[in-house]
Nanobody, 115 residues
Framework: QVQPVESGGGLVQAGGSLRLFCTKS????????RGWYRQAPGKQREPVAT??????TTYADSVKGRFTITEGSPNEMYLQMNSLKPEDTAVYYC??????????WGQGTQVTVSS
């Protein structure tokens, strides 16, 4: 069992920065993909950035050049968000997708960007 827990959200003015943190309890064996997703009010949850066991990363077009996904220890993941825009306002979720098909979500952390 893997349990992601997010932190680091908050209120920031447009153009500002935030860094989100995800700590993951439990052990991950084999190939997996870890990532950040977000859900704005009235919209579907969407992928923001992912990183896999090979270190390959993907980014949504809307955040390329502004957001960076990194990992620290085996159980820590970060999302550095720069040049934030009001449209980045959403609940951000940490996700772990294992090679056997199991998927785990954190409880989410609110990011609000004021104009």
């Amino acid at each position: 069992q893997v349990q992601p827990v997010e932190s680091g959200g908050g209120l920031v003015q447009a153009g500002g920065s935030l860094r989100l943190f995800c700590t993951k309890s439990g052990s991950i064996f084999g190939f997996s993909t870890r990532g950040w997703y977000r859900q704005a009010p009235g919209k579907q949850r969407e992928p923001v950035a992912t990183i896999d066991s090979r270190g390959s990363t993907t980014y949504a077009d809307s955040v390329k050049g502004r957001f960076t996904i990194t990992e620290g220890s085996p159980n820590e993941m970060y999302l550095q968000m720069n040049s934030l825009k009001p449209e980045d306002t959403a609940v951000y979720y940490c996700n772990v997708f294992l090679g056997d098909g199991r998927e785990f979500w954190g409880q989410g952390t609110q990011v609000t960007v004021s104009s």
